[in-house]
């Protein structure tokens, strides 16, 4: 998606050889008009699918989510919840979900009285990296019977293995920028021609 | 705000004495077409504000947020961090905030790169009870040097002290909706005209 890999390139920061920074537009400060144009894009690459509802982690994700739900007609937007809480019932769907970001384990849950067998479900994030969030919100709606109908991201880091892995299975991933590679701080975006 | 008060008072969950369940449609599954509802209310109370930026704390803040920076066409929402990340710069603002939800002490964050000295700043939040998470963020905003425009919440417990406490020091607090009490599991609002 132009708009977002132009942002990339202007306001990205790589960092060593794995760090994507995008925290000035994307997930610390929001760029809302560009949150909002994601929104639409995951939309038409999913317009298809009849999607009953997305299903995201806090709290990167929640943004897109919400545009993107606005674009499906205001369909509901489900958010895993991480860590221990005194709020979230027992009865909840759970995975455990390693962030190399934070270098820990979290436990990620879902409220059971939110997924219903055979609603189709379309999975959005922020990142797909490792891919150990992703997995963790597919385990979730496996657990539910859902029905898995893709993956949206915003920023696939195509150098490391969830993506890769995800499509080998079979799941229908759709990233809106690629970057294939940080070299000496810049950010190498996958061409959309590719 | 009407809407809300009818989804409140018809999926809303009284326990015990001071305990708001809204995560039907509030802060774990989003009814969408209602947090853009209540974008509009936010952004028609503080119209007349020229609000430059929104900021909340992840991660329920966050769905409503977007909705009011859409609202007030498309400004930039800003979420603080919660604990410890690898990835947020220690060039931060910080503020110590006390979850009774969670019963632990959180330091949320802020990259001093996005808040600057005279910007005018709403803070917007889902709940308002005790005030911890609010004072943290107008913390965060005067530590910048930033203009405090409001607050602006989706439902204010009433009974807690937080928003009482606000209004004394002066601040424009606007809440979509305001419990006053839950009563025998009942969910009891304050009246519009009160």
């Known amino acids: 998606m132009k708009e977002l890999e132009r942002e990339i390139q202007e306001h990205g ?3 060593g050889k794995d760090v994507v920074k995008v925290d000035s537009f994307l997930n610390h400060r929001i760029d ?3 949150a909002t144009e994601m929104g639409k894009a995951i939309h038409e690459a999913f317009a298809d699918a009849q999607v009953d509802c997305i299903l995201t982690v806090e709290a990167s994700g929640i943004a897109t989510s919400i545009t993107a739900a606005q674009a499906f007609g205001n369909i509901p937007v489900i958010f895993a919840k991480k860590g221990e809480t005194t709020n979230v019932s027992s009865d909840v769907y759970t995975a455990q979900v390693y962030s190399f970001t934070h270098q820990v384990m979290n436990t990620i849950r879902v409220s059971r009285d939110y997924l219903q067998e055979g609603m189709k479900i379309l999975i959005v994030d922020d990142f797909l990296a490792n891919g150990e969030a992703v997995e963790g919100l597919i385990s979730i709606a496996r657990q ?4 898995l109908v893709g993956v949206a991201v915003c920023v696939e880091k195509g150098f490391q293995e969830g993506g890769k892995r995800l499509r080998a299975e079979g799941i229908r991933i759709v990233s809106l920028a ?9 950010i190498v975006l996958r061409s959309e021609e590719a």
């Open 13 to 15: 920061v790589g960092i």
């Open 178 to 186: 690629i970057v294939d590679a940080i070299e000496d701080g810049k």
């Open 32 to 34: 809302v008009g560009l």
């Open 144 to 147: 539910a019977r859902a029905e």
